[in-house]
């Protein structure tokens, strides 16, 4: 079975950068998408940013300009770069992946544990 593992998170001044990180792990699987979703405290899980296979992108108006997805094949890793952080980016930040499981044989939905990223002064 897949199993997503995030990293990266933290505390950080209004106007820093943070990189999060999720690495993908198993025994034989092929990623379709990978997005990097968010959830604040009171609010709804929102969709940030995605990656599909071919490379393709898109991303939440509230975060284009400032945050980049991109992904590392060779070490089955996603990152997620945000540069001009404010406090309303404060949330944690949970990884997704739709993932074929050769050992399975089908495609599923997997999530990471979720990284808290807090931006404050």
């Known amino acids: 079975q897949v199993q997503l593992v995030e990293s990266g998170g933290g505390l950080v001044q209004p106007g820093g950068s943070l990189r999060l990180s999720c690495a993908a792990s198993?025994?034989?699987?092929?990623?379709?998408?990978m997005g990097w979703y968010r959830q604040a405290p009171g609010k709804q899980r929102e969709l940030v940013a995605v990656i599909n296979s071919a490379g393709s992108t898109n991303y939440a108006d509230s975060v284009k300009g400032r945050f980049t997805i991109f992904g590392d094949n060779a070490k089955s890793t996603t990152y997620l770069q945000m540069n001009s952080l404010k406090p309303e980016d404060t949330a944690v930040y949970y990884c997704n992946g739709n993932i074929f499981d050769y050992g399975l044989g089908f495609v599923s939905e997997y999530w990471g544990q979720g990284t808290q990223v807090t931006v404050s002064s």
């Open positions: 198993g025994s034989s699987f092929s990623i379709n998408v």
